[in-house]
């Protein structure tokens, strides 16, 4: 089946700008997770959804950072006033959620470029 | 809070030799262990993982077994290929309330004919 699919795959914006980053999880997924792979801080965890609960945010580095995940399925991250530290690999996985030790798959990533 | 810790890199070995990349972690309770490598223009992809302690992950010819007592999930393999140079990521999952993956800060392999 299909795996889980982020667009845009590359970003160019600059400094100041909005950008908005999308995740398609598999398909029965109910569990997404952001990740932000850097050079200076690695693989980082951002926020995580899990049904209709109200999402785990403890990751985000600052409020310039949101993410919606609508119907359950399709979420986007949203970066305001973007800044050239966030500048990365911004990555999405999602998990079935039958126990937590499932295996998170992850999308190719969305490389984000601040200029 | 949570920590992973991988083996300064990176690592150049010939085609055959053998592979140790070591891992170790600190966590609360009983997290369970995973490696994920990341193929050169590729995405992440689970290697293997391991849920309780003494167990055994292996796959592609890749083994790690998780040891409570050393707090640690080194990644083994007899005889390396070309096509195993990649980026290996060591990392857990404390079982908390997000089951959110802490990662390494993953370690190049290169691997030559």
């Known amino acids: 089946g299909a795996g889980v699919s982020q667009s845009p795959s590359n970003k160019v914006t600059e400094k100041g700008k909005d950008v908005e980053l999308r995740c398609d999880p598999i398909?029965?997924?109910?569990?997404l997770y952001w990740y932000r792979q850097s050079l200076g801080q690695g693989l980082e965890f951002l926020i995580y959804?899990?049904?209709?609960?109200?999402?785990?945010k403890s990751g985000l580095p600052s409020d310039r950072f949101s993410a919606e995940r609508t119907g359950g399925s399709v979420s986007t991250l949203t970066i305001q006033r973007t800044q050239q530290e966030d500048s990365a690999v911004y990555l999405c996985?999602?998990?079935?959620?039958?126990?937590?030790?499932?295996?998170?798959?992850f999308g190719p990533g969305t490389r984000l470029t601040v200029l | 809070g949570d920590s992973v810790t991988q083996m300064e890199g990176p690592v150049t070995l010939s085609e055959e030799a053998f592979l140790t990349i070591n891992c170790t972690y600190t966590?609360?309770?009983?997290?369970?262990l995973f490696w994920y490598v990341q193929y050169p223009g590729e995405g992440l992809q689970l290697l293997l993982k391991?849920?309780?302690?003494?167990d055994k992950g292996s796959n592609k010819g890749f083994e790690a077994t998780y040891r409570k007592e050393t707090t640690s999930f080194h990644l083994e393999k007899g005889s390396v290929q070309v096509s195993d140079s990649a980026v290996y990521f060591c990392?857990?999952?404390?079982?908390?309330?997000?089951?959110?993956?802490?990662f390494g800060k993953g370690i190049t392999l290169s691997v030559r004919p």
């Open positions: 959804f899990q049904g209709n609960s109200a999402p785990d």
């Open positions: 391991a849920t309780k302690a003494d």
């Open positions: 398909s029965g997924h109910t569990a």
């Open positions: 990392a857990l999952s404390g079982g908390g309330a997000n089951s959110k993956l802490t």
């Open positions: 966590a609360t309770g009983y997290p369970s």
């Open positions: 996985a999602s998990r079935r959620e039958i126990a937590g030790t499932d295996t998170q798959y």
